[in-house]
């Protein structure tokens, strides 16, 4: 069975700190695809990125970095210079390799607060 | 419109009422997903569609009844409620593996 992990369900930082959120999921799959969205106060979830098991280079996007680690089964996200409107809670996922579209397995979340 | 759009935003419902959530996407996507989100669970997925067949049924009650009349929409027809089932009802598409798009959900609650 799959299983995402965040370890963190809350971090509170201050406007302009660095953060990590952390993601460790354990999969039977050899082919599978990693994910992360954002779930603002709207409720709204928002795609950031998807990352299939193949890649494990690291991704920068902005402010925003993915550090995919297949040995630890982890795929960490890091906010640099975080900013209020980063609040939010943060979701990790893993997708089943299925041709009949994408089975999504969460992890709990992390409500991340970043005060000014 | 633009996404995935889901109305109504907001259902209040007895335990003996039956309602429908609908959930239309404009992204010409050919999968289309239930998901319930509640305060004390990580998302769950309650049911999958691919080009309009039904490919997951995730151990859901009976009294909740999708409905997928073709590639843009999506119905969670709700029959008989209980308290435990109020939460957030997502839909979400996507074009075979590719990323899920959500839409704003409705929040559930039921009395």
């Known amino acids: 069975a799959q299983k995402v992990t965040q370890a963190q369900t809350e971090i509170s930082v201050v406007e302009k700190e660095d953060v990590t959120l952390d993601c460790v999921y354990e999969t039977r799959d050899t082919t599978y695809y990693l994910f992360w969205y954002k779930q603002p106060p709207s409720g709204e979830l928002v795609f950031l990125i998807r990352?299939?098991?193949?890649?494990?280079q690291n991704e920068i996007s902005g402010r925003y970095s993915w550090n995919f680690q297949k040995s630890t089964s982890s795929f960490n996200f890091t906010i640099t210079a975080s900013q209020v409107v980063d609040s939010a809670v943060y979701f990790c996922?893993?997708?089943?390799?299925?041709?009949?579209?994408?089975?999504?397995?969460f992890g709990g979340g992390t409500r991340l607060m970043v005060k000014p | 419109e633009t996404g995935v759009t889901q109305t109504p935003r907001h259902l209040v419902m007895g335990m003996t009422n039956k309602k429908s959530l609908k959930c239309e996407q404009h992204?010409?996507?050919?999968?289309m997903y239930w998901y319930k989100q509640s305060a004390k669970k990580p998302l769950e997925l309650m049911f999958v569609?691919?080009?309009?067949?039904?490919?997951e049924n995730n151990s859901v009650p009976s009294r909740f009844s999708p409905e997928c009349p073709n590639s843009s929409h999506l119905f969670l027809h709700l029959h008989t409620l209980q308290p435990e089932d109020s939460a957030l009802y997502l839909c979400?598409?996507?074009?075979?593996?590719?990323?899920?798009?959500f839409g704003p959900g409705t929040r559930l609650t039921v009395l």
């Open positions: 990352r299939n098991s193949f890649d494990e």
């Open positions: 569609y691919s080009l309009e067949e039904r490919v």
């Open positions: 992204l010409g996507h050919n999968a």
């Open positions: 979400a598409s996507s074009q075979d593996l590719d990323e899920q798009f």
């Open positions: 996922a893993l997708s089943e390799h299925n041709n009949a579209g994408n089975m999504l397995t």
